[in-house]
């Protein structure tokens, strides 16, 4: 597993594959006909809180692309 106390505020391309990888086993529904997630942006940043608790949550828009917000973990995300 990549280094977790990474402060660069760039994105790390390894670490970004990682993520990518584990996810496909938990959302394979999300995948592309060439088994591949269709990727929008990577960011890095902090991870702040929120007040109520994280926020994550599946919304479909129109045309049926999905978002998934998963944000709010503060320093345990």
């Known amino acids: ?11 790390d391309p390894a670490v970004t594959e990682e993520i990518l990888q584990r996810c496909k086993a938990i959302a394979p529904q999300l995948l592309n006909e060439k088994g591949e997630f ?26 049926g692309k999905f978002i998934c917000h998963n944000y709010g973990h503060g320093g345990a995300g």
Not at 1 to 11: G, S, T
Not at 47 to 61: F, I, Y
């Open 38 to 63: 269709e990727v929008v942006a990577v960011q890095a940043g902090r991870r702040p809180s929120r007040e109520g608790g994280p926020r994550v949550a599946l919304v479909k828009h129109a045309g």
């Open 1 to 11: 597993m990549a280094e977790c106390w990474n402060r660069d505020p760039e994105p």
